[in-house]
T-cell receptor, first 112, second 118 residues
Framework: KQEVTQIPAALSVPEGENLVLNCSFT??????LQWFRQDPGKGLTSLLL?????REQTSGRLNASLDKSSGRSTLYIAASQPGDSATYLC???????????FGAGTRLFVKA | EAQVTQNPRYLITVTGKKLTVTCSQN?????MSWYRQDPGLGLRQIYY???????DKGDVPEGYKVSRKEKRNFPLILESPSPNQTSLYFC?????????????????FGDGTRLSIL
């Protein structure tokens, strides 16, 4: 059974710091992995999607990597800003049925 | 504007009173899905639909029903709600749930429905 784990559960950093959020999954039979941002009381906003055949994706200050063999993905945020404060979730879409499994998220707080 | 719309946004009701949460998308997406989000458990998939008249169970389907009669709509039905179904519910859609490039498109989420069953 696929399990997705995100560490740490919460993170507080000063503004301007570069940071890495981690996502691990137990079954490498995935179709893709997606990173989301969730603001309090809001829905999820898609940040990056990495296909199973890709190693990384970049969008602005965000870079996501995928290592299927080790079951790990990281989300790198450069030069963090207070507006980056939110909960970050990763989700894997499984092959053979296309269910989506989410991690519990990392709550990020960037101090001004 | 491309969006996924859920209604209602908030609902307080009582045990056993049937309810429906509607979900509609205007992006001509084939794939639609329902999730529930609970503290400490994250988002869990309830049901998903690969296309019209094609639905399948996610990880927590018990107590829920869905239908997909039209491409744009994917309602979630609670026939006899119970307090353990109190949760925050999200509907999502993406271009395709099948294989190929169209399937590697991101999921778009609605703003959520907060449901309280007393």
């Amino acid at each position: 059974k696929q399990e997705v784990t995100q560490i740490p559960a919460a993170l507080s950093v000063p503004e301007g710091e570069n940071l890495v959020l981690n996502c691990s999954f137990t079954d490498s039979a995935i179709y893709n992995l997606q990173w989301f941002r969730q603001d309090p009381g809001k829905g999820l906003t898609s940040l990056l999607l990495i296909q199973s055949s890709q190693r990384e994706q970049t969008s602005g200050r965000l870079n996501a990597s995928l290592d299927k063999s080790s079951g790990r993905s990281t989300l790198y945020i450069a030069a963090s800003q207070p507006g980056d404060s939110a909960t970050y979730l990763c989700a894997v879409r499984r092959t053979g049925g296309f269910k989506t499994i989410f991690g519990a998220g990392t709550r990020l707080f960037v101090k001004a | 504007e491309a969006q996924v719309t859920q209604n209602p946004r908030y609902l307080i009701t009582v045990t056993g009173k049937k309810l429906t949460v509607t979900c509609s998308q205007n992006m001509n997406h084939e794939y639609m899905s329902w999730y529930r989000q609970d503290p400490g458990l994250g988002l869990r998939q309830i049901y998903y639909s690969m296309n019209v008249e094609v639905t399948d169970k996610g990880d927590v389907p018990e107590g829920y029903k869905v239908s997909r009669k039209e491409k744009r709509n994917f309602p979630l039905i609670l026939e006899s709600p119970s307090p353990n179904q109190t949760s925050l519910y999200f509907c999502a859609s993406s271009l395709s749930g099948g294989v190929g490039a169209a399937a590697n498109q991101p999921q778009h989420f609605g703003d959520g429905t907060r449901l309280s069953i007393l």
